[in-house]
């Protein structure tokens, strides 16, 4: 399986992962279609664009964000995931998720208020 293939695959494997552990769907088409934006979506919730990298770091540029948010419908809530895989294995390493501070303001009031 050439480069591009085996690349193509665990980013649609990181995309279902995401897509599972929170209950939505995987974008078709990755957000390619117009109406089908970003690459996972919990309907009302999350709007999420995922990305995976074999490198010890990653680049995430404010145009990036703006984009997920842009595409996010009515109370949904952007996210960036970010997976970091083995170069040799493309086995996980680590994962995260970059919400706005807001958002995250907001849950960790509501986890205080709960106690």
């Given at each position: 399986m050439n480069f591009a293939k085996k690349n193509r695959r665990r980013a649609i494997e990181c995309e279902e992962k995401i897509a599972n552990d929170l209950g939505?769907?995987?974008q078709k088409g990755s957000?390619?279609?117009?109406?089908?934006k970003g690459d996972v979506r919990v309907k009302g919730r999350f709007r999420i664009e995922s990305k995976f990298t074999r490198n010890k770091s990653f680049t995430v540029k404010l145009e990036d964000l703006?984009?997920?948010w842009a595409e996010c419908g009515p109370n949904e809530i952007p996210?960036?995931?970010?997976?970091?895989?083995?170069?040799?294995t493309l086995k996980t390493i680590e994962e995260w998720v970059l919400v706005p501070r807001s958002t995250f303001k907001e849950e960790t009031n509501a986890t205080e208020h709960n106690q």
């Open positions: 939505g769907v995987r957000g390619c279609l117009s109406w089908l703006d984009k997920v996210m960036f995931d970010i997976t970091w895989v083995d170069p040799a």
